[in-house]
């Protein structure tokens, strides 16, 4: 039971895969390491390009509603990319939990 909830732990709050990691299952726990990071980097990427154009608009006195409006418009793919990393992480989670692995 310890070892279950020390592998939730490692997925939910550190990083998805550290969990399939520690439970012995290298590939999945590699692969999903690799796709948090191609998705979460991925995301904060495109973010973080749109918001210096937005910080710049954000000086001009532009409104909250305008700013996100912005960021949509520039970034629409932002939202899939940081949707998928929580799928992810949920998965990664679960999985935790209730892979039967090695240890």
Do not use: H
Not at 21 to 27: C, E, F, P, T
Not at 28 to 57: E, H, Q, T, Y
Not at 75 to 101: E, N, Q, R, S, T
């Amino acid at each position: 039971m310890a070892n279950r909830i020390k592998c939730i732990a490692l997925s939910a709050l550190v990083l998805p895969g550290l969990g399939q990691l520690y439970r012995g299952s290298r590939v999945k726990g590699g692969v999903m390491l690799l796709l948090d990071n191609i998705f979460l980097l991925g995301g904060l990427f495109v973010g973080l390009r749109s918001a210096g154009k937005l910080i710049a608009a954000g000086q001009q006195g532009l409104t909250p509603e305008q700013v996100l409006a912005a960021i949509q418009v520039d970034a629409p793919y932002v939202k899939w990319l940081l949707g998928a990393f929580m799928i992810l992480w949920a998965y990664g989670v679960v999985d935790a939990a209730f892979f039967k692995g090695d240890n």
